[in-house]
């Protein structure tokens, strides 16, 4: 039985399981039957034609994974971005694991999509906003079918909440192989600002294919700083789906480091609904061996007066490939729009290889749009400079590669994130340098 | 200190020296001087390690050691210092950052460990005062945006923080105003010991106004034809090369 057969069949029992609002209900065999239609992507569309899921869908991946919750803190901190306070919302094999969290109810909400999809006092904003935003692809509307946990954060209005929020979904590979849909939703309401930290992290070397969709709403003037790091095992997959809705002078902010992983396809889409909007979307991809990180955006400008910032450095060895595919709409009504667009490429082996495009379609006539991508090698005459002061072959390498990509660390604004990229970046080139902020 | 036998060296099958001679002891200021295309910066790049240029004959020794073989890195462990004639903007690098990499790296290769921070500072702060160097200049990125005099004061910033035994300065007078070259040269007088040794690649008989040489070469095609001390340099400022030229053509 195919991956899909196996999911499809296994809905029916997993839905009688379930007690959630009838509208999820629906909401969910909606779903299920797009997916049956749809299936899983495969390289004949235009916008998977760099990327094969093939590899990673032929594992027989147990669907739900027995509970385990045998994982105690010290063994999983250094995971967590632990130095600084935060809340916490911690999943192991897409179970909560209430002794990892720290949640609250106190004046605003950050807990679990499980209860805001079960508890009567959530079903208002579960009406307003489940999987409103959420393309309605198979991908997505697999993990709709089967969205049951993640977490679930509301912000009410103007508050500006000053511990960040630690997403971490865990998985143990107890069972052979595991297959994971965790769902978030994010409600960010009027002049309120929130920070959030996302992690999928395997804990052995067992395949596990996790299936993410994320829906953020940033309402009126609402600030939202959004930090995935993905540094995951090898055995590890990853297909994050997040989608952004922006109200009028919004702000949001999309930070993702990839270093880790076997296979990584990073769905992220923007919508601008109000005027004076901003949206930012960075990325640092370092990969090698086999990896593959195939970055898809869009943002879409739909109302004037908006600006939007892409900035994706790429750095790829042995035989790793990377995929970076930005989509800039500009609707008829959106005049005034600024959209930057800028993804450079350093490519280190001569097997390693990046399929960039940049794809503008504009409908609107007083606009600035600028885009450029860039594919290059390291500068060898920097590298003697380097080594002709001491600094050995590989550590020059690695300061040269930091150099190119560290101004997309500028933007983060919380320091211990930067320390731990710098740190993640410095080992995943090997090397004992500190590269200094 | 350092002893070049009969070095040839070729870039692209293209011999550019065809058999240097030169030996420096510790304590030695030599200027080598020639006209373009003589060889001058192949023979400090050559030195350097710089992969680029194929050795096919002859060896340099350092201080006994044949160093052919060894990697830029190993040399300027060996204390191989080279001020480059054009040094290389490295944005998202700072200076600072950059020096300290240097000077660790230098110290791991000997089996020491990192410089304590405190002691860093120290000597980042006398150095910079020792090249009239501003601090905010020492957070800016690598030479990106320097004039031509701050970087070549940042070269010799960085030669001494690095302390090296053998420093080569490749054309380091080309690009700067009267102040820049006394402020450089002032730099490379203070840091000349008994126990280190300098060779200045130059153009010009300026600069060694201010670094007076022991010795002086000139380079013709590839090859040092004529040696002499300090009045050789303003006979060729005076005269020219032609005449060495005719007297090796003779």
């Known amino acids: ?437 | 200190m350092l002893k070049i036998n009969n070095l040839h060296a070729s870039i692209e099958d293209k011999a550019i020296l065809k058999g240097i001679n030169l030996e420096v002891k510790a304590g030695e200021v030599h200027a080598i001087m020639g006209p373009n295309g003589s060889g001058k910066s192949t023979l400090a790049s050559v030195i350097a390690g710089k992969e680029e240029y194929e050795v096919t004959e002859g060896n340099i020794l350092l201080e006994g050691d044949d160093i052919d073989e060894l990697a830029a890195e190993e040399r300027a462990h060996k204390g191989v210092f080279l001020s480059f004639q054009y040094p290389i903007e490295i944005p998202g690098v700072s200076v600072t950052n950059f020096i300290k990499t240097a000077i660790n790296e230098t110290r791991k290769a000997k089996g020491l460990g990192d410089m304590p921070a405190k002691d860093m500072l120290k000597m980042i702060r006398e150095k910079s005062e020792l090249l009239e160097i501003d601090r905010k200049f020492l957070s800016r990125s690598l030479n990106q945006g320097f004039s031509g005099g701050e970087k070549k004061r940042n070269e010799i910033f960085q030669m001494a923080m690095l302390e090296p035994k053998l420093a080569i300065l490749d054309e380091t007078d080309s690009g700067l105003d009267i102040d820049a070259l006394r402020i450089v040269a002032n730099g490379v007088n203070k840091l000349k010991s008994k126990d280190n040794a300098v060779i200045v690649i130059t153009h010009y008989q300026r600069l060694l106004d201010y670094i007076v040489p022991d010795f002086v070469h000139v380079l013709l095609d590839g090859k040092i034809v004529k040696s002499g001390g300090k009045e050789l340099a303003h006979e060729l400022e005076a005269k020219g090369y032609d005449w060495i030229k005719e007297e090796v053509n003779a």
């Open chain 1, 1 to 437: 039985m195919s991956l899909k057969e196996k999911l499809v069949s296994s809905f029916m029992a997993f839905e009688d399981t379930v007690d959630v609002h009838s509208s999820v209900h629906d909401i969910r065999t909606e779903a299920i039957k797009t997916f049956e239609a749809e299936g899983f992507p495969s390289k004949r569309q235009e916008d998977w034609k760099y990327t094969s899921l093939n590899s990673i869908l032929k594992h027989d991946y147990s669907v739900f994974p027995k509970h385990d919750n045998d994982i105690e803190f010290k063994d999983v901190k250094k995971y967590f971005i632990h130095d600084i306070d935060a809340y916490k919302i911690i999943f192991i094999d897409g179970k909560y694991a209430s002794h990892l969290s720290q949640t609250t109810h106190d004046g605003l909400d950050v807990c679990l999509m499980s209860a805001a999809l079960t508890k009567p006092k959530y079903k208002v904003i579960i009406d307003n906003y489940f999987n409103k935003i959420a393309k309605k692809d198979g991908l997505s509307s697999l993990n709709t079918a089967f969205s049951m946990e993640g977490a679930y954060i509301n912000i009410p209005k103007n508050k500006v909440v000053e511990k960040p929020i630690q997403i971490i979904h865990f998985s143990t590979g107890n069972e052979a192989a595991v297959m994971l849909q965790p769902r978030n939703l994010i409600v960010v309401n009027e002049n309120s600002h929130v920070q959030i930290i996302e992690r999928h992290q395997s804990l052995t070397d067992n395949p596990v294919l996790t299936n993410s969709v994320t829906e953020i709403f940033a309402n009126k003037r609402a600030i939202v700083d959004y930090y995935k790091i993905q540094n995951d095992r090898q055995t590890a997959s990853l297909i994050d789906n997040t989608f952004i809705n922006q109200k009028q002078e919004s702000l949001a902010k999309v930070h993702t480091f990839s270093f880790g992983g076997k296979l990584i396809r990073n769905n992220l889409e923007f919508y601008q609904n109000g005027e004076r909007i901003d949206s930012t979307m960075k990325g640092i991809t370092i990969i090698g061996d086999k990896q593959h990180v195939d970055h898809n955006t869009l943002v879409h400008h739909i109302e004037p007066n908006c600006e939007s910032h892409q900035d994706y450095k790429g750095i790829f060895d042995d035989s790793s490939t990377g995929v970076f595919n930005g989509k800039v709409v500009v609707e008829k009504l959106a005049q005034k729009t600024n959209a930057f667009q800028a993804n450079n490429n350093i490519l280190i082996s001569d097997k390693a290889s990046i399929n960039t495009k940049p794809q503008l379609e504009i409908f609107a006539d007083d606009v600035k749009c600028s885009h450029g991508c860039t594919i290059g090698q390291l500068d060898e005459s920097a590298m003697f400079y380097l080594r002709s002061r001491g600094i050995p072959e590989k550590e020059a390498r690695a300061l040269l590669m930091f150099a190119f990509s560290n101004n997309v660390l500028d933007s983060v604004k919380i320091p211990e994130i930067k320390n731990r990229i710098t740190k993640i970046i410095a080992n995943k080139l090997g090397v004992n340098i500190g590269f200094d902020l």
